[in-house]
């Protein structure tokens, strides 16, 4: 049987190293925020003539949207985000790129104040707080039979944790380099990610339980080892599948849902190397530092 567990000092090691890329990411890049979290108006327009993006941006500079964000949908329509515009403004800025590119169809229209802004960020924030905390609570609640239950619960949030900092390092660069930026659907993306990487973290976690009631080993290091490997296939197919599904989503439904099933792409494949590997690491090294205190 292969020592994976043995090894656990340089999956922390190589964990810690790419985290610390991510919050660096973070820090330098940080995440581009979408129009729910920073105010503003999204334009989606579609034009009968052939328009290129470049012609469309000299066109919205000249009309005083310097600042403006564009990018092109595969079905060829243009997202167009800017300052808060009222009606009036849409209504004038539509008229001015008419006359320039020739008939278009406004296809959505959305505007978010600055205060509106602000209160999705702030419930945001206490949304992803507060299922992490959820998630402590029952994972203790879950494993309360085991000698150290607040370990299961610390480990599970801390993987979770690994998972949400992996996904916005992710997001960072993609926002610094592909101009990409968070919406509400990343929200949606990262809150299924939590509930989808538990999941795992709890079949990895249960046999690791079943193993020890088995007394199938006294060192706990062996026990978490075995289930480890037990689980691993488990843990890929139902990765592998689910990818599979998200996949399609992503190249059919397109960007209207790009956040949520890249969030779910990148974190599912961060999230089943912590749930197998990271997680059953840091039981053990709690364990092993438990034990060296105990002792005489």
């Known amino acids: 049987m292969f020592d994976i567990i043995g090894k656990r000092k340089w999956i922390l090691i190589i964990t810690a190293i790419y985290l610390l890329v991510a919050i660096v990411a973070i820090g330098i890049f940080r995440l581009k925020p979408g129009i729910e979290f920073s105010s503003g108006s999204i334009l989606t327009l579609n034009f009968e003539q052939k328009v290129t993006q470049a012609d469309l941006q000299t066109a919205l500079d000249g009309a005083g949207y310097e600042n403006t964000i564009i990018q ?11 300052r808060e515009m ?38 945001t924030a206490i949304a992803v707080a507060i299922a992490l905390v959820a998630m402590l609570i029952y994972m203790t609640w879950a ?79 062996a026990v978490s080892n075995m289930s ?3 689980t691993l296939g488990r843990c890929l197919n139902s990765v592998i599948t689910t990818q599979i599904t998200v996949l399609a989503v992503l190249l059919f439904v397109g960007a209207s849902i790009r956040d949520f099933a890249v969030v779910l792409l990148v974190g599912l494949v961060a999230g089943t190397f912590s749930s197998t590997f990271i997680a059953p690491a840091l039981l053990v090294v709690w364990e092993k530092n438990k034990e060296m205190k105990s002792a005489p």
């Open 143 to 221: 494993f309360r039979r085991m000698p150290s239950p607040v370990l299961f619960g610390t480990s599970a949030v801390l993987v979770l944790a690994h998972d949400v900092i992996f996904t916005l390092g992710f997001f960072a660069i993609a926002g610094h380099f592909l101009n990409w930026d968070v919406s509400l659907m990343f929200i949606t993306g990262i809150l299924a990610l939590v509930g989808y990487g538990i999941n795992n973290v709890i079949v990895v976690f249960d046999r690791i339980r079943e193993n020890l009631t088995r007394g199938v080993s006294k060192d706990f290091a």
């Open 86 to 123: 009222s009606g009036a403004d849409k209504t004038g800025l539509e008229k001015t790129l008419s006359d320039k590119f020739g008939k278009l169809r406004e296809v959505e229209f959305n505007s978010i104040s600055p205060m509106i802004a602000a209160e999705t960020t702030q419930n």
């Open 72 to 82: 092109q949908t595969a079905g060829g329509d243009y997202i167009i985000r800017t």
């Open 228 to 230: 480890m490997i037990e």
